[in-house]
């Protein structure tokens, strides 16, 4: 159709960099495009901490668990919906927080965050970088607000590792298009999956890395057999959340 | 830098279309490209659906107030953060629902919805469309879930109207680099805006429609001095959602 929905339609994500670094010129392009996403009614609400530093690199690594790649990725930003910006902005006209503390602002914040990371990612993929989310910071919040040092009213909602590919897996295929759009009307019958999940077993037996037996819903059903991540909801509290 | 570049860095939401329809062509390209973006863990937590109904257009332009186009925009997309789909599939196995319920997996399904939705809105542009978000439908989500018949476990999160833009304004200048990058450690430091306050100040005096005279500063301190979308915590409780 044209090369940006090639690109789009063209994702993977990518854990295995070789060992060219990303210029200052690409950094900076990287970031104004995440800038330039839309943002709810223009608050901005979000910053990106670029780590540098190898260690903390490797702190947060161990956080993540199965993302060991974040230690030796050329480029790893986290993305926080922030918020504390927003405070000091009412503090100097006395202002109560309130505003910034409940559920509609903490999730504002949330989607801007993302937002912008997915302009990243988009324009990492058009300069040939590869990139992956990585939403495993978020098992041990607390760790991480004290390595980044992050005040009230922000929170790490995801890390970006950012790297020229040494190699890629194959697209992994999406859900059948009748059950992920609909018109009007939600559709709460779930078509038959059999033939998708059998394309999922193939895709996950087959893939360079990490090659394992299971279907897109064995995998959910696995995936969301336990409760994940039960201390999120307080660390939102302790981060001055109200969560009402 | 590049095409798609230029592309993400000249990013305007767009309120004001032209009468030409948005073939089923493109539209098909716009979901599959939606479909492309990042997910966590692959769990495709998101639905879309298309609004075609005039009246249900019209009632959900009523819900969002400010956002009268979306009662004429050619195309009008909600996106639907949305775990009905994985209860579904738990139930069949007699899981329990609980690893659904709390805020982990609240968000992921709200981040991936965000993605889907940024993926759609840069297909867009690529293909010389215009689009607005539209966070405006959480003003009533109740009616919303009404309207579009949504179980439990999904949130409407926002709205996109697409279009062929009859107008446009001008790019919105972002915030000053510094506030909005750091590296390893967070700026708790708000640089001086007063610059950036007034270069807000003409941009909002000087865009086509909608003149105002604010700052950036000023805006969000309005915008954030009341408590907004009081319900939407008791709305999400209502989905089945734990907030825990």
Chains 1, 2 share one sequence.
Request: glycine share 4%; proline share 3%.
């Amino acid at each position: 159709m044209n090369e940006m929905i090639e690109l789009l339609q063209n994702h993977v994500s990518v854990r295995d960099y070789d060992d060219r670094i990303v210029s200052d010129e690409v950094k900076n392009e990287l970031v104004k495009s995440a800038q330039s996403a839309s943002t709810s009614n223009f608050v901005q609400a979000y910053t990106i901490i670029e780590i540098k530093d190898k260690q903390m690199k490797a702190g947060l690594a161990e956080i993540t668990q199965f993302s060991g790649h974040l230690a030796k990725a050329p480029l790893v930003y986290v993305f926080v919906a922030d918020l504390y910006r927003h405070a000091i902005q009412l503090k100097k006209k006395d202002v109560s927080l309130d505003g910034l503390r409940n559920m509609e602002s903490m999730v504002v914040s949330m989607v801007d965050a993302t937002l912008a990371a997915q302009n990243m990612a988009i324009a990492a993929e058009s300069l040939d970088l590869g990139i992956c989310y990585i939403g495993g910071i978020r098992n041990d919040l607390t760790r991480v607000k004290e390595l980044l040092h992050l005040p009230e009213l922000t929170v790490p909602l995801f890390a970006m590792t950012i790297g020229y590919p040494a190699s890629k897996n194959d697209i992994k295929p999406r859900m059948p298009l009748e059950n992920v759009i609909a018109t009007d009307t939600y559709q709460t019958s779930l078509t038959d999956l059999s033939t998708y999940d059998e394309q999922i077993r193939s895709y996950y037996q087959n893939r360079n890395n990490q090659q394992t037996d299971t279907t897109w819903t064995q995998k959910n059903v696995d995936f969301f057999s336990i409760v994940r991540r039960p201390e999120f909801a307080q660390f939102l509290l302790d981060q001055g959340f109200t969560l009402k």
